[in-house]
């Protein structure tokens, strides 16, 4: 059986797209109807007309899927897909900070769980959290839950931003050593980290985006040679579209291991058996829908 085939039948069979994200394998990133970061997944999960969205990607994504587009059946293919940042922060936890600092607005890292994104005023991703905090009328924000994303916006807005002590521990794991080693060894690279990066990382970059702004910069680029600090799933895409170019990761192994548990044949058992069903809480799922829609109303920055 030619599974890839297989699975782009079974999509037109039962109405349905592939949503990939971009650090999913190549081969799934490969048949895919989009690729792309939460924001860029989120948009086209609000606007496909088919009847059933299937999303490789982690637990989050495919509840902020369905919290856009409630009328539709959204699959995750891999159910154990989790996000251990996402983890770090619970809405009880949150509403304990809530009472701390009343009236400071919340501003939500997408990655998170539906009930974080109901207990919060707005969302943002990697790519618009500048802009989002700036958008808010406040001196105060309260900014969950990766704290490197947040100390990262700090640098560009004049608020106080209140973190919250979670991080991605596959970005977090970059060390200032290892990329200054690199840098030696690779004199002509140019590095090019996530916000994610701890703040010494970020500080020695020279140039820090979202995943999206990794492919337009590189894309853009007349250098050769980059050092990636991102998860090695974005190598698929920067091979494809720049072959003329070298792309070197942070360290070896760059890799989220719960983005790399959907397989081809978890995507063809999820179509088969229309599993595993994400949804959420239709009160919870309306308070969320105005903090990713608020989101959704500010550009991105990069």
């Known amino acids: 059986m030619d599974i890839k085939k297989e699975i782009r039948k ?14 999913q394998i190549d081969d799934i990133q490969e048949i895919a109807d989009f690729t792309g970061d939460s924001l860029g997944l989120s948009i086209e999960a609000s606007k496909v007309k088919n009847k059933t969205i299937v999303f490789c990607g982690v637990h989050f994504m495919a509840e902020t899927a369905y919290i856009l587009s409630p009328d539709k059946k959204v699959l995750l293919p891999e159910i154990e897909a989790g996000c251990p940042m996402a983890d770090m922060v619970t809405a009880e936890g949150l509403r304990e900070m809530k009472k701390k600092y009343p ?3 919340v501003v939500c890292y997408v990655n998170s769980s539906a009930e974080v994104k109901a207990e919060s005023d707005i969302c943002c991703t990697s790519a618009n959290a500048i802009n989002v905090v700036k958008s808010l009328d406040s001196d105060r924000v309260i900014f969950v839950p990766d704290k490197n994303l947040g100390h990262y ?7 106080e931003i209140i973190l919250w002590e979670g991080f991605c521990p596959i970005h977090n794991r970059v060390t200032k050593k290892e990329i200054l080693e690199l840098k030696e060894k690779y004199p002509d690279a140019v590095v090019v980290v996530h916000p994610e990066c701890p703040p010494d990382v970020i500080d020695i970059a020279d140039h820090v985006c979202s995943t999206s702004g990794v ?8 250098k050769k040679r980059f050092i990636i600090g991102t998860e090695e799933g974005v190598g698929y895409r920067l091979r494809k579209e720049n072959p003329d170019k070298e792309f ?8 989220c291991k719960n983005m790399k548990k959907t397989t081809l044949r978890k995507v063809y058992d999820a179509l088969i ?6 949804t959420v809480d239709e009160e919870i799922r309306k308070k969320a829908l105005k903090s990713i829609q608020k989101m959704l109303e500010v550009p991105r920055n990069f």
């Open 10 to 23: 079974l999509l037109k069979e039962k109405d349905a797209v592939l949503l990939a994200h971009n650090y």
């Open 103 to 105: 009236g400071v607005p």
């Open 153 to 159: 916006v700090s640098r560009f807005v004049d608020k």
């Open 215 to 222: 492919y337009k910069y590189v894309k853009e680029s007349d």
């Open 248 to 255: 070197v990761f942070a360290y070896k192994g760059f890799q």
């Open 273 to 278: 058996k229309e599993q595993y069903v994400i």
